[in-house]
C-alpha cells in the first residue's frame, strides 16, 4: 500500500470550525425591535454570533429565565423582589440585573385628539375609569376609549403601579398584545388613548404630561426622559441568571458600548445618561 506525503494526510483532514455561540433573548415586547437591532448589528461584526430574539412580555422572560430556557431576560420593568427571590432559590446566586437604555412610558393620541397634555392623576382617572368622556379634560365630547397592554408586560406593570398607584384598570380597556398594536389602534381612532413605549410614535401623536396641575408638562423626549423630569421614565433592562460569561459578556459589553448605545438611538429610544453626551 503506497503511503501518503504527511502533508496530504494532514489536508485530508476536514477543518474543523469553532461552532457558532448562541445567545437567546426572551421577554419585554417593548425592547423586541430593540434587541433585533442589537442582535443583527452584533452578528455582522462578530460572525461566529448567533443572537436569538423573542418576545412575549417581560413576564414571559422572567418565567424563562427562571426555568433556565434564556440567557437573557429582556424586561421593561424592574423584577419584584419575590421574582429575584425565587430566581436565587434556584442559583443560589442573586440574578444581575443591567439597565441597557432608557425609556418614557408616552401616553399615545389620535392626532386628531385637540388635547395635548394631561396630568397624572388625569391619566390615572381616565385608565380607572372615573373619567370617561373627553369633555372632562378638555377635549372635544365623546366617549373615551381605552387601549392598554395584556397583564404579562412590563410596560403594563409598570404603569399600573407608577401611574395609576397599584389600582386596577377599567374593565372598559382593551388589552392588546404589544405597544405597536396599542400605537395601531389609536392612530385609527379619534377618541382613543394608548400607553407604551416612546419608540413608537407611527400614526399618533404624544401627550404632554404634568407631574401634577402646578408642574410643566413635559413630552416624553432626550432631554426630559434623561433628566428624569418626564413623569414616566424609566430603565430597559436585561437580566441574568449570574455573572456574564462567553458570549453572553460580549454581547452585553457591546449593548453598553458606544456602538451598541448608537444602536438605541437609532431605534428611538434614549442611550443610557452616562453615554448620551458621546452619542450624537
Request: hydrophobic residues 40%.
Amino acid at each position: 500500500m503506497k503511503k501518503l506525503p504527511l502533508a496530504a494526510v494532514l489536508f485530508s483532514v476536514p477543518l474543523l470550525l469553532p461552532a457558532a455561540q448562541s445567545v437567546t433573548i426572551k421577554g419585554s415586547d417593548t425592547m423586541v425591535i430593540l434587541n433585533q437591532r442589537w442582535a443583527e448589528n452584533y452578528m455582522a461584526s462578530r460572525k461566529d454570533a448567533v443572537i436569538q430574539v423573542t418576545g412575549g412580555g417581560s413576564g414571559t422572560g422572567i418565567s424563562a429565565l427562571l426555568s433556565g430556557s434564556t440567557d437573557i431576560c429582556a424586561s421593561s420593568r424592574p423584577m419584584s423582589e419575590k421574582e429575584k427571590a425565587a430566581l436565587q432559590a434556584k442559583t443560589g446566586v442573586p440574578p444581575v440585573e443591567i439597565p441597557v437604555a432608557k425609556d418614557g412610558v408616552a401616553i399615545f393620541l389620535n392626532t386628531q385628539n385637540p388635547v395635548k397634555e394631561l396630568t397624572l392623576a388625569q391619566i390615572k382617572d381616565i385608565y380607572t375609569g372615573k373619567i370617561t368622556d373627553w369633555k372632562d379634560v378638555g377635549g372635544t365630547a365623546g366617549r373615551i376609549i381605552l387601549y392598554s397592554r395584556e397583564n404579562n408586560s412590563g410596560t403594563y406593570v409598570f404603569f399600573k403601579e407608577h401611574v395609576l398607584n397599584k389600582q386596577d384598570f377599567s374593565p372598559m380597556a382593551s388589552n392588546l398584545p404589544g405597544t405597536a398594536g396599542v400605537a395601531n389602534a389609536v392612530s385609527k381612532d379619534p377618541k382613543g388613548i394608548g400607553y407604551g413605549g416612546a419608540a413608537y410614535a407611527k400614526g399618533i401623536k404624544y401627550c404632554a404630561v404634568q407631574a401634577d396641575d402646578k408642574s410643566p408638562a413635559y413630552l416624553p423626549d432626550e432631554k426630559h426622559i434623561l433628566a428624569g423630569t418626564y413623569a414616566a421614565s424609566r430603565d430597559l433592562y436585561f437580566y441574568l441568571r449570574g455573572p456574564a460569561q462567553g458570549e453572553v459578556k460580549s454581547f452585553i459589553d457591546w449593548v453598553l458600548s458606544r456602538a451598541g448605545q448608537s444602536v438605541v438611538v437609532s431605534v428611538g429610544y434614549f442611550p443610557l445618561k452616562k453615554a448620551a453626551s458621546k452619542i450624537k
